[in-house]
């Protein structure tokens, strides 16, 4: 099995900054992509950025500018710098990776717990 586990929410006032990070440990032979969703009360679950294995990133249009996202992937570890934060990015975010577990095995997806951002002053 795999396992996603994110540290790095809490409440924070607009305007500024948390750092989330995923850890991901387990059965993985190789991670194709990481990324970050988030799902506010009452919402769908949206993409917030992606990473893939290669370096290449993507953003939702709401977040570009203000997030960053990164890897180390010695360490199967994702982070998302969040800046000049917003009431609006009040959601639990949820780490995602797409793993391969054996060379020959299929490509699964995994989701982490989820963590608290609350952006209020």
């Known amino acids: 099995q795999v396992q996603l586990v994110e540290s790095g929410g809490g409440l924070v006032q607009p305007g500024g900054s948390l750092r989330l990070s995923c850890a991901a440990s387990g059965s993985i032979f190789s991670i194709n992509v990481m990324g970050w969703y988030r799902q506010a009360p009452g919402k769908e679950r949206e993409l917030v950025a992606t990473?893939?294995?290669?370096?290449?990133?993507n953003y939702a249009d709401s977040v570009k500018g203000r997030f960053t996202i990164s890897a180390d992937n010695a360490k199967n570890t994702e982070y998302l710098q969040m800046n000049s934060l917003k009431p609006e990015d009040t959601a639990v975010y949820y780490c995602n990776a797409v793993v391969r577990r054996s060379s020959t095995s299929p490509m699964y997806n995994y989701w982490g717990q989820g963590t608290q951002v609350t952006v209020s002053s």
């Open positions: 990473i893939s294995s290669g370096g290449n990133t």
